[in-house]
């Protein structure tokens, strides 16, 4: 079984930093799309970043270009979403997802995510 577990997320003010990290088991890592999805009251979920863990390949959304940073560390089965200049528009609760047929590119719509966190609250104020 596959399993997704989010942490880092709290309160930060805004400027601040976070880091989350998203730990995955159950499966075989590599060669999986992940991806950090948002949401925030009265909004659907939004993709953040993805990235292809066999190669490494990263997708950022317009709205956290410059200011988030997706990475991975295999020897962990994890990855990483460092946010700095936190804003309160980036106030919501995070989640890793899984995607498990992508390769090279990986899909936006959650819809393409089969497996999911239970996802870390940020909150910045």
């Known amino acids: 079984h596959v399993q997704l577990v989010e942490s880092g997320g709290g309160s930060v003010q805004t400027g601040g930093s976070l880091r989350l990290s998203c730990q995955v088991s159950?499966?075989?890592?590599?060669?999986?799309?992940l991806g950090w999805f948002r949401q925030a009251p009265g909004k659907e979920r939004e993709v953040v970043a993805t990235v292809y863990t066999g190669i490494g390949n990263t997708y950022y959304a317009d709205s956290v270009k410059g200011h988030f940073a997706i990475s991975q560390d295999t020897d962990k089965k994890a990855i990483y979403l460092q946010m700095n200049s936190l804003e309160p528009d980036d106030t919501a609760k995070y989640y890793c997802?899984?995607?498990?047929?992508?390769?090279?590119?990986?899909?936006?719509?959650?819809?393409?995510?089969?497996?999911w966190g239970q996802g870390t609250q940020v909150t910045v104020s």
């Open positions: 997802a899984r995607n498990s047929y992508a390769t090279g590119s990986c899909p936006l719509g959650q819809s393409s995510y089969d497996y």
């Open positions: 159950g499966y075989l890592y590599g060669g999986n799309c």
